[in-house]
Every structure is written in structure tokens, then in C-alpha cells.
């Protein structure tokens, strides 16, 4: 494990590279992209250890805080979604130096994965692979699972354009809008590279995957069901539980 920074100086990003097990037949990378807020801190040992177990692989891996997040320079209340895609950017740039490759997988988690799309979306020639664990595909299913009243003229708070707090974490107004007009499937209708959802936890926004279309010369997105326990819920039986399963499935995937 091996920490560093990235970025520029006003846009300093903590970062942890993990090296590739040595006897790879080939330079291999992956970014992991985090959720956010308790999400982030739950799942955080699961996103470690699935980071360890893509460098066993032969990955040279990289996860890292979002700016204003986490060891990152700045504060949650000047972040904003597009700021987090220049981190990711950054991540690949980064990583891809460290590796000596030219393409990179990108491996997201809840609204981490809904980023990583949408980076994915732009750099589709940089993308190996795009693994998307249960990403935000409504933003306004999100807000509503996270206690956010919806429209927003139904909260006294919105109007106000007041920061709230959210399981202890601050949204901005910004912030708000921003995760609002999230529509995951606009993003990946089609994939933009070879892609693969994996979906822990049904929502009403899923009913659509199934009409997604392939890209020319790509394969349709791989969508797979498991049940599991969702590692960024908090719960007394499941606090701090590693889902293996899904973590050894995403190895095996990526081949």
C-alpha cells in the first residue's frame, strides 16, 4: 500500500496505489471509484479489500477521496460532480503512468459507479473495462433514499438554498441539482466499452436495464443479479462484512 497525491496544487487528491503481484503477463490497471458520504465509510473496507484482490490479479490499482472528501485537500461544501470527474481523470492519468499502460479499468460503487460512467462516457478509448456495482441510476430515487424531500419546493430548506445535512455529511444546493438529474441510463445506452452492472439491491429504476442496447462492434452490457448484503448500508449483522462473492465475480470478469 502506497499513499500519494494527486493532481494540482489547488486540487490536491489523496490517492492509494496498490502494485500489481509480481508475474503478471501483462501491464493491467484499475481505478476504484467510492461512493459518497456514509456510504463511503461503510463500504470502505470492502472497496480495500476488492483493491487488494484486483493487485493479486495482476492490477496495478489505485482508489482515492474525491476532492473535498476523505485526506483530499478542500471541503465537501466546493465539491461537485464534475470536480469528482477530474479526480477520476486525474486517478487514470496517474495510474497509467504508474502502470506504463494505455487503457484502464474503471470500477465504481453506488455513486462512485454512476461517475465512473460518466467519465467512461468521454474516454471510452482509455477504458478497458467498466464494472458498475449498484450505480445511482435516478438521482431522484437517491435523494429520497437518502431522506431528501422531492420536488424540492416541498422542503422549506430548498428554498432557503440551505446546505443540509445528510447522515452527517453536508449537500449543498449545488450539490443537489447536481444528483438530481442523474439518469444513469442515458449514460450507458449503449455502453460505451465492454461493461458489466452487478445489482445487490432492486430498485424501481432497474425495470429499464433490460432494453439497453449494444454499441456497434461491442457486446450488450452484462447485467447480473446477486444477493448479497450491501456493504455501505449500516446494520448491526452486516457492519463491516466483506462481500467475497462479488468481489471474486468482478476478478473473475475482468479475466
Given amino acids: 500500500m502506497n499513499p500519494l497525491y494527486l493532481g494540482t496544487s489547488e486540487r490536491r487528491i489523496y490517492a492509494i496505489y496498490e502494485p500489481a503481484a509480481v508475474g503478471g503477463t501483462r501491464n493491467r490497471a484499475a481505478v476504484l471509484c467510492h461512493p459518497w458520504g456514509a456510504e463511503y465509510v461503510y463500504a470502505h473496507r470492502s472497496m480495500r479489500q476488492l483493491a487488494i484482490k484486483l493487485s493479486m490479479a495482476g492490477f496495478h490499482t489505485l482508489r482515492f477521496d474525491y476532492f473535498g472528501t476523505g485526506d483530499s485537500a478542500g471541503e465537501m461544501t466546493d465539491a461537485d460532480l464534475s470536480g469528482w470527474e477530474t479526480d477520476v481523470e486525474s486517478a487514470i492519468e496517474g495510474i497509467r503512468d504508474i502502470a506504463g499502460t494505455t487503457q484502464v479499468t474503471l470500477i465504481g460503487l453506488r455513486l462512485g459507479a454512476t461517475i465512473a460512467a460518466r467519465v467512461a462516457l468521454r474516454h471510452s ?22 431522506g431528501v424531500a422531492s420536488p424540492p419546493d416541498h422542503d422549506p430548506r430548498h428554498a432557503s438554498g440551505a446546505t443540509l445535512e445528510v447522515q452527517g455529511f453536508p449537500l449543498t444546493p449545488k450539490m443537489r441539482g447536481e444528483l438530481r438529474s ?24 432497474h425495470d429499464a436495464l433490460s432494453v439497453i442496447p449494444a454499441a456497434p462492434g461491442l457486446e ?16 448491526v449483522t452486516i457492519t463491516g462484512a466483506i462481500p467475497v462473492r462479488l468481489i471474486q465475480r468482478i476478478v473473475d470478469w475482468l479475466g
Fill in 125 to 146: 478509448k482509455e477504458i478497458e473495462a467498466l464494472v458498475l456495482w449498484d450505480p445511482i441510476l435516478s438521482g431522484e430515487e437517491y435523494l429520497q433514499r437518502l
Fill in 182 to 205: 442523474i439518469d444513469l441510463h442515458a449514460l450507458i445506452s449503449p455502453p460505451p466499452t465492454r461493461s458489466l452492472l452487478l445489482v445487490t439491491e432492486r430498485m424501481p429504476s
Fill in 220 to 235: 450488450p452490457l452484462a447485467i447480473e443479479y446477486m444477493s448479497i448484503d450491501c456493504p455501505w448500508i449500516e446494520a
